[in-house]
C-alpha cells in the first residue's frame, strides 16, 4: 500500500536493555480500522507508545502522512494528529470529566469534534461533566479516554486495550460507538486481547509474538488456526 | 485576656507573611513535585533586590517591586528552563542537590556584595502607621495590608487552579506528565510557566519581608523552613490549606513567643512535627 499514512520500517524499541520490538513492519491506509492482537508482553503497547513518541525510534523507522517522525517528542505527534487511548485510560485524576476531555482539544488541531458532539457521542457523560473523572464507572472512564483523544481531532486514533477489565455489556456498548467515530475517516488502531471483536471490528489484522510480528492479514481471511499458530508459536512459519 | 487576644491577631498577621513565603513554594511543588531548597535564598535575594533599587535608584519600595516583578519572573522562567529542568525525574535527589547548590551560593553572593548586616527597605510612614480597633488593640497597618495581600494571593492561585485553563494544565501536568505530554503539552514549559508565578509571588514576599522587618544575607534556610513547615501543616495541593497552615504557623510562634521568648520558633517546629505524626497529610489536604 503505497498511501499508507502510517508505516514502520524494521522498528527495534527497547526499555533499558530490553528489546522489546524485534524489526516490525506495520502499515496502516488512511481510513483503515487496523486491529492488533497478540498475548500479554508480545509488544502491542510497545508499538502504540513507540508511534506515539512516548518510547525512542530512529527518525526513519516510523513514517506518518508522508513524514518521517520516529523519536518525535509526543506533543509533537499530537499536534501532527496522532492521538492515543493509553492503556489503563490514564484519565487525570484532579480533572471533571469536561476538563479531562478539554486536555485533548491542547494540541488545538481543528475538525468535527469538540464537546457538543462528544456529548451526543456518549450522552451520559454530560450528565457526568462536573464530576472527576476517576469517579466514574470503568466504561464511563473509557468513553472519558476515547473522547479525550478525539477532541484532539486526530488522524490516526490507536486505542490500547480499551476492553480490559471491563464487562462484556460495557465493552459492546463502547465497540458501538465505533462505526460513527470512524464515519468522518479517521483513521484507528486498537491493540485488543479479544481476537473475536478484534477481527470483528477491524479490516485487517496484526498478530505479535514476542516482539515480532507473526501474522498479517485481511480480518476477514484470517482462519482461526494462522492466529492460534500466530498467538503461540510456529512463528517462522506463519511470518514468512 | 486583651494581651493573649493581641498575641494571637499578631500571629495571624506574621501568619499572612509566612504565607506569602509558603504559597510559591506549594506551587512549584504542586505542579512538578520539586523541593526547592533554595525557595527562601530566592526570596532573600529579592528583598536584597528590592533594598538595593529601592535604596540606590531612589525609587520607593513599590517603584522597586515594579522594576523587580518583572525581572523575578524572567529570571523564574529561565532558572527552570535552563538548570531545573534538567533535575527532575523519578529521582529526587538532583533537584535537592542543585537548589541546595543554589542556596549555597546566593547566601555567598550576597554577602560578599552587601556584607552579612540586616538591612530593611525603607517604607517612610508605613513602617509607624497603626489601625486602632476596639478594646485598645492595634494592628500595623503594613502587617494588615500584608495579611490582605496574602490571602488575595491565595485567592487568586486558586482560582486561578480551579477555574483557568492555565490551572487545567498545571494540575494534568502534575497528575501525569507523560499523558499531558500526550495531549500536546510542553511539560518542560508548564513547569517554566509554574516557576515564573513562583517568582511572582517570591518578589512579592521578598519585598515585604524586607518592608516588615529586616533581612540578611543568611536568612534564606529560616524563611524555608517557616515556609515548609506551613505547606506541610496546611496540606498538599490547596492553597487555602498553606494560606491556613502559615496562619496557624503565625499564631503558634505567637504563643510560643510569649510564654518566653525563646519559645517562638521552636513551638513551630512542635506543632509541625505534631501535625506531621498526627496527619501526615497535613490538615486540609487537597479538595480535588
Sequence with gaps: MSTALLSTHRLDACYGDFQALFGIDFEVGEGEVVAVIGANGAGKSTLLKTVSGLLKAPREAVRFAGEPIGGLRPGELARRGIAMVPEGRRLFPSLSVEENLLMGAQSGRRGPWHLDALWRLFPMLRDKRAQPATSLSGGQQQMVAIGRALMANPRLLMCDEISLGLAPIVVKEIYDALPSIVAGGLTLVVVEQDVGLARLVSHRVYCLQEGRVTLRGASAEVTRDDISRAYFGARAEAAR | ?288
Excluded: C
Aim: zero cysteines; hydrophobic letters at 60%; charged letters at 10%.
Design chain 2, 1 to 288: 485576656m486583651i494581651g493573649w487576644i493581641d498575641t494571637i491577631l499578631q500571629g495571624v498577621l506574621l501568619g499572612g507573611l509566612y504565607a506569602l513565603f509558603a504559597l510559591g513554594q506549594s506551587l512549584i511543588f504542586g505542579v512538578m513535585r520539586l523541593t526547592n531548597v533554595a525557595h527562601g535564598d530566592f526570596i532573600v535575594l529579592a528583598a536584597f533586590g528590592a533594598f538595593a533599587l529601592a535604596s540606590q535608584a531612589g525609587v520607593g519600595p513599590f517603584g522597586a517591586f515594579a522594576i523587580l516583578l518583572p525581572l523575578a519572573v524572567a529570571f523564574g522562567y529561565a532558572l527552570q528552563r535552563l538548570v531545573i529542568n534538567d533535575t527532575l525525574g523519578k529521582d529526587p535527589l538532583p533537584s535537592l542537590v542543585v537548589t541546595f547548590g543554589l542556596s549555597i551560593i546566593i547566601q555567598n553572593v550576597l554577602q560578599e556584595i552587601f556584607s552579612a548586616d540586616p538591612r530593611s527597605i525603607p517604607a517612610g510612614e508605613l513602617t509607624t502607621a497603626s489601625v486602632q480597633l476596639a478594646g485598645g488593640l492595634a494592628v500595623g497597618t503594613l502587617p494588615l495590608a500584608i495579611f490582605v495581600i496574602a490571602l488575595a494571593a491565595a485567592a487568586a492561585l486558586q482560582w486561578l487552579f480551579a477555574r483557568t485553563a492555565l490551572g487545567r494544565v498545571f494540575r494534568a501536568t502534575s497528575d501525569d506528565r507523560e499523558t499531558a505530554e500526550l495531549m500536546g503539552l510542553d511539560a518542560r514549559g508548564v513547569y517554566a510557566a509554574a516557576t515564573a508565578l513562583a517568582f511572582a509571588l517570591i518578589a512579592l514576599a521578598g519585598l515585604l519581608q524586607g518592608m516588615r522587618t529586616t533581612v540578611a544575607p543568611a536568612d534564606g534556610p529560616a524563611l524555608l523552613i517557616y515556609a515548609f513547615e506551613a505547606v506541610v501543616i496546611g496540606g498538599l495541593g490547596s492553597f487555602w490549606g498553606t494560606f491556613a497552615g502559615s496562619v496557624i504557623l503565625g499564631v503558634t510562634q505567637g504563643i510560643g513567643f510569649r510564654l518566653d521568648p525563646g519559645w517562638g520558633i521552636w513551638l513551630g517546629h512542635v506543632v509541625f512535627l505534631a501535625v506531621l505524626l498526627v496527619r501526615p497529610a497535613g490538615l486540609f489536604p487537597r479538595m480535588r
